[in-house]
DNA sequence: AACGAAGTCAACCGCTAATTT
DNA sequence: GAAATTAGCGGTTGACTTCGT
């Protein structure tokens, strides 16, 4: 479709890599506006950004006590065994790694993570404790689902909820009790 | 040294959920 | 309660870098 060329055409924005002039309204508009509203944020920086583009460069590089690069062998077991429990929920796993973010998690999975685990695939594991593993994710999506309806579960349970990280510390030891069951599975040939 | 392949990662896109009007 | 707007998520893309020949 053609642009219309009546004067009320849409606003080109900004697009590609940010510059450091960039960042630094960015930074200086949440400062006074916060790190919230960012259609408000996005206008009033004076960026001609959008403000998923203003959101997005802000929670990955610009916020503070933000880590990059370096993923240690700590963090990268984490997140492979929280993959391992949630899937694809990279938001869920960041919030389980403090400096982290969902962007950089994804990211070195599918750069470093992927192939390591299809590696481990090939090799012959125990069926066993794998399956135990799903069917209590099975068993908890379930609870959860019947939740949405006239509970007739026994407790109430919401997955999201139960993996919410956003008032708990940096304290492992639940979810490493919690996968120790299949520890040695995988990671181990 | 040159070049193509493979790897990496920042940023965008499309969709859904949540919130506001 | 409905419609519009905004926020957030995961998947994908594309530019850049590194590696292998």
């Known amino acids: 479709m053609a642009p219309k060329n009546d004067g009320s055409a849409k606003k080109v924005m900004n697009k590609g890599a940010w510059t450091a002039e960039e960042d630094r309204k960015l930074a200086q508009?949440?400062?006074?506006?916060?790190?919230?509203?960012?259609?408000?944020?996005?206008?009033?920086s004076g960026l001609n950004r959008c403000g998923k583009s203003c959101r997005l460069r802000w929670l990955?590089?610009?916020?503070p006590n933000i880590k990059r690069g370096n993923i240690s062998d700590d963090e990268e077991d984490l997140i492979l065994r929280l993959h391992k429990l949630l899937g694809n929920r990279w938001s869920l796993i960041a919030g389980r790694l403090p400096g982290r973010t969902?962007?950089?998690?994804?990211n070195y999975w599918n750069s470093h993570l992927?192939?390591?685990?299809?590696?481990?695939?090939k090799q012959p594991q125990p069926v066993l404790l794998q399956e135990t593993t799903h069917q209590n994710i099975s068993k908890i999506n379930e609870?959860?689902?019947?939740?949405?309806?006239?509970g007739n579960?026994?407790?109430?349970?919401?997955?999201?909820?139960?993996?919410?990280?956003?008032?708990?510390?940096?304290?492992?030891?639940?979810?490493?009790?919690?996968?120790?069951?299949?520890?040695?599975?995988?990671?181990t040939h």
Do not use: M, P
């Open 29 to 44: 508009c949440i400062e006074i506006h916060g790190a919230k509203r960012w259609k408000t944020v996005a206008t009033k």
């Open 143 to 150: 609870v959860n689902e019947d939740d949405k309806g006239i």
């Open 153 to 187: 579960s026994q407790v109430n349970f919401d997955v999201n909820e139960f993996f919410d990280f956003s008032t708990e510390g940096y304290d492992l030891d639940w979810v490493n009790k919690f996968l120790d069951l299949d520890e040695e599975s995988w990671l």
């Open 114 to 121: 992927r192939k390591k685990i299809n590696k481990n695939e």
């Open 60 to 63: 990955n590089y610009l916020r």
């Open 102 to 106: 969902d962007n950089e998690i994804k």
